[in-house]
């Protein structure tokens, strides 16, 4: 018996040495831990202004509020079409448009939050292109006008009440950028 008790000693030491082997290989096979660059800080709701030219200083949206009265227009609930007091404000930005033949605007068109997404997207496409029609109309070139829908994505508003909702469905005239053309 002692001469098997040796030869399992043995066996179970080989096996004790063979476990230490295998660790330490797989330990130096590790790749080194890394450590990763810190996640980029962004300021969520800070206005970023567009860099547009304007008799030597930078347009802003201001600038249109200022002269047309108002960049936001609203719309009925399910509806695109535009109201009395939504066409003279964009009677006063297709003017001011007109004058700044190099600056470019985003119409962009907004729904409440009644409805499905798809439904909402799809208002908020006809409410801005709506607008857009109604601008190149009035003598803005529809190249220098892109629409974007937002649906019910970008609430002013989150009440559920017809006052909060009644604020959500609107087209906002966003400036954009400068088109490249001369006079500037």
């Not at 709701?45 to 802003?60: E, F, I, T, W």
């Not at 600038?63 to 719309?75: K, L, N, P, R, W």
Request: proline share 4%; aromatic share 8%.
């Amino acid at each position: 018996m002692t001469h098997w008790m040796s030869v399992a000693g043995r066996r179970l030491r080989f096996l004790h040495w063979v476990g230490l082997g295998l660790c330490s290989t797989l330990a130096a096979c590790q790749r080194p831990t890394q450590l990763l660059p810190p996640a980029p800080i962004f300021e969520i709701g800070a206005a970023q202004r567009p860099s547009l030219r304007d008799n030597d200083r930078a347009a802003a949206t201001e600038d249109v509020e200022v002269f047309a009265g108002a960049t936001t227009v609203y719309f009925e609930r399910g509806r695109a079409d535009l109201s009395d007091a939504a066409r003279g404000a964009l009677d006063r930005q297709a003017d001011w448009l007109r004058r700044h033949p190099g600056i470019r605007a985003s119409l962009q068109g907004h729904a409440d939050a009644f409805g499905t997404r798809a439904y909402q997207v799809a208002l908020g496409e006809k409410r801005a292109s709506a607008m857009k029609f109604y601008l190149a109309a009035r003598g803005v070139a529809a190249d220098r006008l892109s629409t974007t829908s937002f649906g019910k994505q970008q609430p002013v508003a989150n009440g559920l009440d017809e006052a909060s909702q009644k604020m959500n469905r609107r087209g906002e005239t966003v400036l954009i950028g400068v088109s490249g053309g001369p006079g500037n």
